[in-house]
């Protein structure tokens, strides 16, 4: 093959755009609202494949919806792998900090505030969510609560972070768990509802 059908095939294959400063990996449904903030930094890609050579054309959409006076904000290096959700509604915000990965078919959808720290691994098919978008006759009950993950924490596969949420610096979330409860720094929780599995553990990316 020469070199000119070898970089046809890479433009076909790697087929991209950019939007505010996103790199979008096609296939990808993007609605952003003009009213949006959209504050991101070098580096953010959405919808990004696995690896180069697994490229196939079915491919997985993902989709990044910015509603009116939402605010997605990421730092540096952030990479969400294809089939992701992401959904900041209407005055709500989304704060990413620099090298996080959110892998394949996660959902995150914001009503209030999700802020997810630096460094932070967030595995396959794990949905954060902080409103259950119904409300329950019952004192003190409250629909929407802000969910806060901490910096350098590993969110298991298929975990589910419910709203009200805090996950300490350096926490592990076994896969399956549903967080309901605040998770101290450097713990690992497991299972439904999620409980205290270690404390003072430590983990290397």
Same mark, same amino acid.
């Given at each position: 093959m020469n070199i000119l059908k070898k970089i046809a095939l890479v433009f076909k294959i790697k087929l991209f755009y950019l939007h505010k400063g996103l790199?979008?990996?096609?296939?990808?449904?993007?609605?952003?609202?003009?009213?949006? @903030? $959209?504050?991101?930094?070098?580096?953010?890609?959405? =919808?990004?494949?696995?690896?180069?050579?697994?490229?196939?054309?079915?491919k997985t959409v993902g989709s990044l919806f910015v509603s009116n006076n939402g605010s997605f904000k990421c730092g540096k290096n952030v990479v969400f792998r294809s089939g992701?959700?992401?959904?900041v509604n209407e005055?709500?915000?989304? @704060? $990413?900090?620099?090298?996080?990965?959110?892998?394949? =078919?996660?959902?995150?959808?914001?009503?209030?505030k999700i802020s997810i720290g630096d460094n932070t691994i967030i595995s396959e098919e794990v949905f954060i969510r902080d409103s259950n978008n119904h409300r329950v006759k019952q004192s003190g009950y409250k629909m929407s609560e802000p969910i806060t993950i901490g910096?350098? @924490?590993?969110?298991?596969?298929?975990?589910?972070i419910l709203p009200g949420v805090t996950i300490g610096d350096g926490s592990i979330i076994a896969a399956g768990a549903v967080v309901t409860k605040?998770?101290?720094?450097?713990?690992l929780v497991g299972g439904c509802p999620a409980k205290v599995?270690?404390?003072?553990?430590?983990?290397?990316?």
């Open positions: 790199i979008i990996f096609k296939p990808a449904m993007i609605d952003i609202s003009k009213k949006a @903030v $959209i504050d991101v930094e070098k580096g953010l890609q959405f =919808n990004k494949e696995w690896h180069f050579s697994r490229i196939i054309k079915n992701c959700r992401v959904s005055g709500s915000e989304l @704060v $990413i900090g620099e090298n996080c990965l959110i892998n394949s =078919n996660t959902r995150i959808e914001a009503f209030t910096k350098n @924490v590993w969110i298991g596969m298929r975990a589910i605040d998770v101290p720094s450097r713990t599995i270690k404390e003072g553990i430590s983990w290397e990316r």
